[in-house]
């Protein structure tokens, strides 16, 4: 760990501020209103808090569209996304020649690589953060550039600045940032990304940003609408529980999403897109996940201030990362042994683990483990 790395420049959340964090428990009723209770599927074997998964997804809205979409399963794909073009359009002022629906948000990553990193492209990037586009692109001959995060474990937004230069082909921003959960508020990164489209093209990965109910004031889709050679990616799989059937997509100006479409490899899968179409419609599941997922939270940095754990405060993930103070292998370890599947280290942080949410039952036992373990 970075010896710049301090009790004192860390984000320590203390008892006080987890029970100021606590689910309003009036919203909870008011959401369980609004949508109906359910459970997570039963799984063999240990709880899984490894993937950044919705345990409470898919919503039954989407379960009865895969359902529908099996009785035309025996035709090719052709337009189907087209629907949820329209809907994603209007939700965010665009025009659907703004959207590319994909095979996952990992898809239009890896398009990205190839468009911008391939053959000596530059790349800028953070790290740690999510690695996906970063690894393609060296893959492909890139040069990829990574800046440290602060000492907040936040983007070091000047830092990064610096490091594009006229061989920066793409500058990667994933807010709130995996795997430290760590936002940089949209107020302060919509003229940032706006000074630097300027200079290079920025994607800005949002993967987790509509986990909450105040995405619209932190998402950059403003730029996109301004014309400026910036890209959104989104994700079905966190919020809508539909990390198994591979549905995401991407915001930019329409010239970029042409060139973004003619590296495509991959052909939409009529499923997926019929379960991701309900889904986007279904704000009452939405508000559902959202309340367990900040109840879940709750519980879990509640027990991390009690035992005195840094740990990110105010993460806007579906995880919490903190401090375990040994080898995250000798953590995950015991953790695996307990009956939790914990996350892997994310250098240079040795000690420190990403640990995602499950259900509030499960969050119960795993801080409940958690106690037990550092007593």
């Known amino acids: ?53 919705n345990p409470y997804g898919p919503a039954d809205s989407a379960r009865r569209a895969v359902a529908d979409s099996l009785a035309t399963a025996w035709q090719y794909p052709m337009g189907q996304d087209q629907p949820l073009k329209k809907l994603i359009a209007a939700r ?37 953060t999510f690695d996906f586009l970063q690894s393609y692109a060296r893959q492909l001959g890139g040069v990829v550039t990574e800046v440290p995060l602060d000492d907040n474990l936040r983007h070091d937004l000047p830092r990064l600045d610096a490091a594009v230069t006229g061989k920066t082909g ?37 993967a987790y940003l509509d986990l909450w109910d105040d995405w619209p004031a932190h998402t950059v889709t403003e730029r996109v609408l301004a014309g400026d050679p910036v890209i959104v990616t989104r994700t079905f799989s966190k919020l809508h529980g539909l990390a198994g059937l591979r549905v995401g997509y991407a915001l930019a100006p329409p010239d970029l999403i042409r060139r973004l479409e003619a590296h495509r490899t991959t052909i939409l899968g009529s ?8 889904s986007y419609q279904d704000l009452a599941f939405q508000a559902f996940a959202r309340a367990r997922l900040a109840e879940a939270l709750a519980i879990t940095t509640g027990a991390l201030s009690e035992l005195g754990l840094r740990h990110v405060a105010g993460g806007r993930g579906n995880f919490v990362f903190f401090d375990t103070g040994k080898p995250v292998a000798e953590f995950s370890a015991a953790m695996r042994q307990a009956g939790y599947l914990v996350g892997r280290p994310f250098a240079p942080y040795a000690t420190w683990c990403r640990v995602s949410m499950g259900t509030v039952e499960q969050m119960r036992g795993f801080a409940a483990v958690l106690r037990a373990h550092f007593a």
């Open 1 to 53: 760990m970075s010896s710049s790395l301090t009790r004192r420049s860390l984000v320590l959340a203390t008892p006080a501020i987890a029970a100021a964090t606590l689910l309003d428990t009036r919203l909870a009723r008011a959401t369980d209103a609004a949508a109906p209770a359910r459970a997570a599927a039963p799984a063999a074997g240990p709880v899984r808090l490894i993937a950044n998964e």
């Open 92 to 128: 965010e002022g665009l025009t659907p020649a703004h959207v590319m629906i994909a095979d996952g948000s990992g898809e239009i990553l890896r398009i990205a690589a190839i468009v911008f990193g391939r053959d000596g492209g530059g790349v800028v990037a953070a790290t740690p």
């Open 170 to 206: 793409l500058l990667y921003l994933c807010n709130p940032n995996n795997p430290t959960g760590t936002l940089v508020p949209g107020a302060e990164l919509r003229p940032y990304v706006a000074a630097l489209a300027r200079r290079t093209t920025v994607l800005v990965d949002e």
């Open 271 to 278: 499923t997926g897109v019929a379960a991701a179409t309900a």
